[in-house]
């Protein structure tokens, strides 16, 4: 196995620091992980016995949000740091695996300085809704000029870098995959998890993202206007500094017609048991997706998935087939689709039975470490 150095300024555990400690947990006898702030993910990193440095960045690097032009030239010093310890902790490493942009950006300066080669694993859709122009064009032009690989969570992540302007022949897709063994057992869970949330009978939905804008929260909330008789779980929590967003969802939710409807449980590990109590699991972002693992996490804990029909998720569902797609931002037709499944429950089965094998094929943690692994033979 290659000796890795995994990199990633972030230690919340977002999607794309799960797929990091997947990786790293598979990779740990000759890899270790570099972490730019003290967050849960090194725990659950050394908890499992991988190696983790942290060197804290400064809050002037880490506080860039994605969307900052020309104001992120204050984080430049901040970031030369990070390259220089990328550079010094990646002797003896064949090769740096760079989980997010920051990391990466650092990286790639580590790399014009003499570092070893860089891949850079894209979790983002790098369109102008989510990052500047001039995010855009750095990212781009360090990708085209130092990484030796660009991995891309899905062919919507791809086509996205490629439009940007970024080379076509770096791109390698690894789609992500989950241990297909967190989502077995889960039978007997779910009546102690709606006993617990105190729900009865009621028919129950769920979201399970981090609470922000994009990911569209308040989609559901509208839709359960229209649809009187459900309950739901809102799981998660605000991640990135969204705590404006979360205030304004749990606002909307003490509505009188919502009030009681509305269940929030924060960040929570126990996801696939908290799926299984859900009659529908759903994905409501706003802008595409670039993969969305809670479209497959809720296909395999055999729960229907409504999800939005843009980005990455429309490779993860075929609609009608193996979960339901509805447009961005849609609240009448997402509200229109649950009441649908909710009235065929028939229909709900077969479509969750067929999302939960098309996950177990295509998504398994098994493959995901078999594409990784390939794409990392450099030639
Ligand atoms: N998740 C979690 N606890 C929570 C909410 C979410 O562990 O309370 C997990 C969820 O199971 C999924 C990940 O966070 O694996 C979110 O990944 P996704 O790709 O859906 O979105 P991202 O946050 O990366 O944009
Ligand atoms: C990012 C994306 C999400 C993806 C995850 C893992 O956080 O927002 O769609 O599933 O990375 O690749």
């Known amino acids: ?12 555990l977002s999607g794309a620091e799960l797929v990091l400690l997947d990786l790293a947990i598979a990779h740990a006898q000759d890899s270790q992980v570099l972490l730019f702030e003290e967050g849960p993910l090194r725990q659950r990193l050394q908890a499992t016995g991988v190696k983790v440095v942290v060197q804290q960045a400064s809050e002037q690097v880490l506080g860039v949000r994605a969307g900052t032009g020309v104001g992120a030239v204050k984080a430049i010093p901040a970031l030369m740091a990070m390259a220089r310890q990328i550079l010094e902790m990646g002797r003896g490493f064949e090769v740096i695996h760079a989980n997010s942009q920051k990391a990466f950006l650092a990286a790639a300066i580590a790399r014009f ?11 983002d859709i790098l369109t102008a809704r989510h990052f500047s122009r001039t995010n855009r064009r750095i990212a781009v032009f360090l990708g085209n000029a130092f990484a030796s690989r660009v ?15 970024g080379r076509e022949s770096l791109v390698k897709l690894v789609y992500n995959g989950v241990p297909l063994h967190r989502f077995e057992g889960l039978e007997g869970q779910a009546a102690a998890i709606r006993a617990e949330l105190g729900v009865g009978n009621a028919p129950l939905v769920g979201v399970f993202s981090r609470l922000s804008y994009w990911k569209g929260q308040h989609v559901l909330l509208e839709a359960m206007r229209q649809v009187p008789e459900v309950q ?27 009030a009681g409807r509305v269940h929030w449980l924060g960040f929570r590990n126990d996801i696939p048991a908290l799926m299984s109590a859900c009659d529908l699991v759903l994905h409501t972002s706003t ?14 804990a055999g729960r229907p998935v409504i999800a939005t029909a843009a980005g990455g998720a429309i490779e993860l569902i075929e609609d009608g087939v ?7 931002e849609d609240a009448a037709a997402l509200a ?10 028939d229909l709900a089965q077969k479509i969750a039975n067929q999302g939960k ?19 990392l033979i450099l030639d």
């Open 336 to 345: 229109q689709v649950m009441g649908e499944l909710l009235k065929q429950p």
């Open 232 to 258: 739901a779980i809102v799981v998660g929590e605000a991640l990135f500094g969204e705590t404006e967003y979360a205030e304004r969802l749990r606002a909307i939710a003490n509505q009188p017609e919502l």
């Open 1 to 12: 196995m290659k000796k890795i150095l995994f990199v990633d300024h972030a230690a919340v």
């Open 151 to 165: 991995l891309v969570n899905s062919q919507a992540t791809g086509a996205a870098f490629v439009a940007a302007g």
């Open 357 to 375: 094998m098309s996950a177990q094929t295509h998504f398994s943690l098994e493959g995901m470490l078999k594409a990784f692994d390939q794409a």
């Open 113 to 123: 300085w003499g570092g070893p080669p860089v891949i850079w694993h894209l979790h």
């Open 287 to 300: 802008e595409p997706e670039p993969f969305g693992r809670v479209i497959i996490e809720g296909q395999l």
């Open 322 to 328: 193996t979960g339901r797609l509805v447009p961005p």
